[in-house]
Antibody, heavy 126, light 110 residues
Framework: QVQLQESGPGLVKPSQTLSLTCTVSGGSISSGGYYWSWIRQHPGKGLEWIGYIYYSGSTDYNPSLKSRLTISVDTSKNQFSLKLSSVTAADTAVYYC??????????????????WGQGTLVTVSS | QSELTQPPSASGTPGQRVTISCSGSSSNIGSNTVNWYQQLPGTAPKLIIYSNNQRPSGVPDRFSGSKSGTSASLAISGLQSEDEADYYCAAWDDSLNGGVFGGGTKVTVL
């Protein structure tokens, strides 16, 4: 079973860059078949999709974050990362990484997050 | 404001059946499959239904999903105290070219 663990600073100053890494165990990022996603949850609020990356490096981003967002993958370390620039208090949230299936069939586009990390709280504050 | 619309709350007594609705549009639920996640207090979300009505291994068959047009629903039959959690629907949105979630429904077991 795939396990994921987020890591990174819990406190980031406004206007700086938020950087998080997700380490995958129990499976290889480069084996293909899975997309590697980031999701966040503002305090007391619902879930927001951030984006995903495939082992090849192809990405899809939330349009509302696209101008500030970079998701990258390091297959040698079995990790993928998120960088969000020019952060404000509105970026304070619990950030989750997840493995995701993404395929098209007769029912349409299937995209679901089957394994999740425990999440890490990132606070943006001076 | 979420792309998918869920009622903020639902409740039932132990053993009852509870249904949660999720309303979307032609670019998300109308075109693609729906998934449901359960989030127990203080924990990460967990996938309980994928591809409209499929249960991952280990998810009790008390949980079932369905979809019709641009709406979907999650049913919990034989409600148990451990089902008290937040439930989120989700789908791929072709217009946004990204994943979208509902605002979540808090299920309370009375």
């Amino acid at each position: 079973q795939v396990q994921l663990q987020e890591s990174g600073p819990g406190l980031v100053k406004p206007s700086q860059t938020l950087s998080l890494t997700c380490t995958v165990s129990g499976g290889s990022i480069s084996s293909g078949g899975y997309y590697w996603s980031w999701i966040r949850q503002h305090p007391g609020k619902g879930l927001e999709w951030i984006g995903y990356i495939y082992y090849s490096g192809s990405t899809d981003y939330n349009p509302s974050l696209k101008s500030r967002l970079t998701i990258s993958v390091d297959t040698s370390k079995n990790q993928f990362s998120l960088k969000l620039s020019s952060v404000t208090a509105a970026d304070t949230a619990v950030y989750y990484c997840a493995s995701s299936a993404y395929y098209f069939d007769s029912s349409g586009q299937n995209y679901f997050l089957d394994y999740w990390g425990q999440g890490t709280l990132v606070t943006v504050s001076s | 404001q979420s792309e998918l619309t869920q009622p903020p709350s639902a409740s039932g007594t132990p053993g009852q059946r509870v249904t949660i609705s999720c309303s979307g549009s032609s670019s998300n639920i109308g075109s693609n499959t729906v998934n449901w996640y359960q989030q127990l207090p203080g924990t990460a979300p967990k996938l309980i239904i994928y591809s409209n009505n499929q249960r991952p291994s280990g998810v009790p068959d008390r949980f079932s999903g369905s979809k019709s047009g641009t709406s979907a629903s999650l049913a919990i039959s034989g409600l148990q105290s451990e089902d008290e959690a937040d439930y989120y629907c989700a789908a791929w949105d072709d217009s946004l070219n990204g994943g979208v979630f509902g605002g979540g429904t808090k299920v309370t077991v009375l």
